[in-house]
């Protein structure tokens, strides 16, 4: 995959999916210390979404260089 516009595609694609996988992670529920009036229970207290982008970014980068690899070795 040579054309900046597949590979910017499967750079979005795998950030996507790393994404979903990231934002469970060090979620805390209002419900497990006290619940801000107006707001569902279940709501995270600091949902933290800045930082999670960034280690998003970071996964993303190390996956989209493994497949890169994996692209230019297997010869796909």
Do not use: H, N
Not at 16 to 23: G, K, P, Q, R
Not at 24 to 34: A, L
Not at 43 to 51: E, H, K
Not at 55 to 61: G, M
């Amino acid at each position: 995959m040579d054309s900046p516009a597949g590979m910017i595609a499967l750079y979005f694609i795998i950030w996507w999916i790393t994404l979903f996988a990231v934002l469970p992670f060090g979620v805390r529920g209002q419900w497990e210390e006290e619940v801000q009036p107006g707001t569902e229970p279940g709501a995270p207290q600091r949902p933290r979404l800045w930082r999670k982008a960034a280690v998003t970014t970071v996964l993303a980068a190390a996956i989209f260089a493994g497949v890169q690899v994996l692209i230019r070795t297997v010869s796909l």
